[in-house]
């Protein structure tokens, strides 16, 4: 029998023993054996502290997030490989797309983040704070990588997803990672992470796979390390509670499954295209994946006076649901991971029973297609009815991990508001109507329960990725039952691995460890004029100091003219009463216009283009006879790939614009930003 084998410390080793066999969900036959019995936990993490934490620190941002990119183009050009394993899972094609290219799409997603990071391997956070009223003492944050592992304990049902959506978020912030993924699905994770390896785009530490059920991995874990779980609240709230995870203060990421809600708005009547909207988003949320998602509608609220259309609509949909083998055409909903999830899926579903009716559904009676249905984990959905939810609480606590849902009536939108919370927290929830206030009056009222909320309408259904689908730019977690975590959101995921320091001292030193030019520190004036030097020759806080021009009431009529902009204050002297200004003052646009006629070099060369204005802001009036000049400073350089052979090879810098008049003050301020070629074009 094929052993499904743990890549740690460098290797492909069986676990001692057999731990478990994984089953083929689909046809119940053997896949392979899985252990990770005599590992060696406490040198796993140490070899992902020692060899791959050092290796991914050296790397900056914008490294990482190109390794990123790299690993995901490899996998989507072999990606078919993947789907062939993932049907032994139970999963139809669609489920796998979800799995496996929804995975590849996190890391994708993740390596585009590095255009918001520096080009450096830590990250400088928000804006300097000034400490002393001369200036010389300030203040910043700096964010580095943690000096530890994170150790992901993840879910059967995304044995891709799962592993991707995690390992992204922290590799792009220079963390190593340890997955554990499912014992029943690790199959398939061995199977990506096998070519991952063999692809050799991480370096070696960064990511080390434990397939079997990982007994003792926390038992090492330390100060600096992450542990995420993904599964049961009560499992992972055990984990979370242990001492050593309280007493080392191991940063702990629980994301649990919870009891997510979809409200149908009282708005909605059975002829709007909002209608079938509802119908369509819980059907799919009640069999894709055969309902194993933790982002899966368990509660279907509706008004009291459309539970019979509901009803109707819903079965009648369910009724055309295809079970069986996901690789036939006509099959639609594959089986559940494992034969040990239909017996928990059973257990939860006679619970309920107690407290609710079934109006659709049998476990024993139903059809599968081309496989048999006793040797298979197949299950037929279930579709219960709860008249009373506010005395019947079972389906506010028990969930079916599967294609079970619940549907049940409200009076008005704080009723249903109010049903959706007692699942005291949730990872989603979703409402579908037409009436933007309605859709507002929800989010207010549920926001505090529900860790994402999906506002559906007709305008944005073609587009919407759906009820139960994180995206990698907003974040995945929930309050209460849903374990109080977050995972991806974009930036925000990568900072979650990142130590936060304030750090103090004179502006000249904050700028040489953020490597980005802080107001107060010298300003060395270049010998060069910067526009005539390549991205490597430019130093941060080298400065050119430009001529300076006496502003004329000609200019400002001249500039009013030119650009159509004739606000009172800059043309009409009489209209000054009652106002801020002294006299007519100038446009703060012209005074940012002529600057930029101040510090530019007009001839040919480095500068590639001006693509944009960041922080512009007006500080001071400027009234005809005030001089000004100009200090412009090297503010921040950022490295950029080549996206091909015949790119030209450039960099991003940022110049500080400082506008100052004839006493030295600061008239106004900018962030211009440039694309400046490179002298070495190989690179």
């Known amino acids: 029998?094929?052993?499904?084998?743990?890549?740690?410390?460098?290797?492909?080793?069986?676990?001692?023993?057999?731990?478990?066999?994984?089953?083929?969900?689909?046809?119940?036959?053997?896949?392979?054996?899985?252990?990770?019995?005599?590992?060696?936990?406490?040198?796993?993490?140490?070899?992902?502290?020692?060899?791959?934490?050092?290796?991914?620190?050296?790397?900056?941002?914008?490294?990482?997030?190109?390794?990123?990119?790299?690993?995901?183009?490899?996998?989507?050009?072999?990606?078919?490989?993947?789907?062939?394993?993932?049907?032994?899972?139970?999963?139809?094609?669609?489920?796998?797309?979800?799995?496996?290219?929804?995975?590849?799409?996190?890391?994708?997603?993740?390596?585009?983040?590095?255009?918001q990071f520096p080009d450096l391997p830590y990250y400088v956070d928000g804006q300097a704070a000034p400490l002393s009223q001369g200036g010389t003492f300030i203040g910043h944050h700096i964010m580095v990588p943690k000096r530890g592992v994170a150790v992901h304990i993840n879910a059967f049902n995304f044995p891709v997803w799962g592993m991707l959506e995690k390992i992204a978020v922290n590799l792009m912030a220079g963390v190593p990672a340890v997955v554990k993924p499912s014992e029943h699905t690790s199959f398939l994770t061995e199977h990506v992470v096998q070519e991952i390896i063999k692809a050799k785009i991480l370096p070696e530490g960064a990511l080390q796979l434990v397939s079997g059920l990982g007994r003792g991995i926390l038992d090492y874990v330390d100060t600096g390390d992450t542990v995420t779980f993904t599964g049961s609240a009560a499992t992972g709230k055990k984990l979370q509670a242990l001492p050593h995870i309280i007493n080392r203060s191991v940063t702990f990421n629980l994301e649990a499954d919870s009891l997510n809600a979809s409200i149908l708005g009282p708005d909605v009547d059975p002829v709007m295209p909002e209608f079938e909207i509802f119908i369509k988003e819980v059907q799919r949320e009640i069999t894709t994946k055969a309902g194993q998602k933790c982002t899966a509608v368990r509660r279907i609220i509706v008004p009291e006076n459309r539970i019979e259309a509901v009803q109707a609509a819903l079965i009648s949909r369910l009724e055309k649901n295809v079970i069986g083998d996901p690789r036939s055409k006509e099959v639609?909903?594959?089986?559940?991971?494992?034969?040990?999830?239909?017996?928990?899926?059973?257990?939860?579903?006679?619970?309920?029973?107690?407290?609710?009716?079934?109006?659709?559904?049998?476990?024993?009676d139903f059809t599968v297609v081309g496989a048999e249905k006793s040797k298979g984990a197949f299950v037929s959905p279930t579709l219960f009815l709860n008249t009373d939810p506010f005395k019947n609480t079972d389906v506010h606590s028990v969930e079916c991990f599967g294609p079970v849902s619940t549907l049940m009536p409200y009076s008005d939108l704080a009723q249903a508001a109010e049903l959706a919370n007692m699942g005291k927290g949730s990872l989603v929830s979703s409402i579908i109507t037409a009436d933007d206030k309605m859709g507002r009056e929800y989010v207010v009222e549920a926001a505090h329960m529900h860790g994402r909320i999906l506002v559906l309408n007709a305008k944005s259904a073609k587009e919407s990725t759906g009820h139960g689908s994180p995206m990698p730019a907003l974040t995945h977690g929930g309050p209460g039952r849903a374990g109080g975590g977050e995972e991806m959101g974009g930036k925000r995921g990568v900072l979650h691995y990142l130590q936060r320091t304030a750090i103090q001292g004179h502006p000249d030193t904050i700028t040489e460890i953020t490597q980005i030019y802080q107001p107060g520190a010298s300003r060395p004036e270049s010998e060069k004029h910067l526009f005539r030097q390549h991205f490597e020759d430019l130093k941060v806080g080298e400065t050119v100091y430009t001529h300076r021009h006496t502003v004329t009431d000609a200019d400002i009529a001249s500039f009013a003219q030119v650009s159509g902009d004739n606000f009172y204050a800059h043309v009409d002297a009489t209209s000054l009463e009652g106002t801020i200004f002294e006299g007519k003052v100038a446009h703060g646009y012209y005074v940012l216009s002529k600057a930029a006629g101040m510090f530019?070099?007009?001839?040919?060369?480095?500068?590639?283009?001006?693509?944009?204005?960041?922080?512009?802001?007006?500080?001071?009036?400027?009234?005809?006879?005030?001089?000004?000049?100009?200090?412009f400073t090297v503010k921040e350089k950022i490295d950029q790939e080549k996206r091909s052979e015949d790119d030209i090879a450039k960099g991003i810098v940022k110049f500080n614009v400082d506008v100052y008049d004839e006493t030295g003050e600061t008239v106004a301020l900018a962030t211009i930003l440039t694309m400046v070629k490179k002298m070495d074009q190989s690179s």
């Open 1 to 115: 029998m094929q052993q499904i084998k743990n890549y740690v410390m460098g290797e492909w080793v069986a676990g001692e023993g057999e731990e478990l066999i994984a089953y083929d969900a689909i046809f119940g036959t053997p896949i392979g054996s899985v252990s990770s019995a005599g590992l060696d936990y406490k040198a796993i993490l140490e070899y992902g502290r020692k060899v791959g934490g050092p290796a991914l620190r050296k790397m900056t941002f914008q490294e990482r997030g190109r390794m990123l990119k790299a690993l995901a183009l490899h996998l989507v050009k072999i990606k078919e490989q993947f789907y062939e394993t993932s049907f032994k899972t139970g999963a139809t094609k669609i489920d796998s797309w979800v799995d496996i290219e929804g995975g590849f799409g996190n890391l994708f997603a993740n390596a585009s983040l590095r255009r």
């Open 332 to 364: 639609r909903m594959g089986s559940l991971a494992s034969q040990l999830q239909v017996e928990r899926l059973q257990e939860n579903i006679e619970r309920l029973k107690l407290s609710q009716e079934v109006v659709y559904g049998d476990l024993r």
């Open 600 to 631: 530019v070099d007009p001839r040919k060369g480095p500068v590639l283009l001006n693509y944009g204005i960041d922080e512009c802001r007006f500080t001071k009036p400027v009234y005809p006879g005030m001089t000004i000049g100009v200090k």
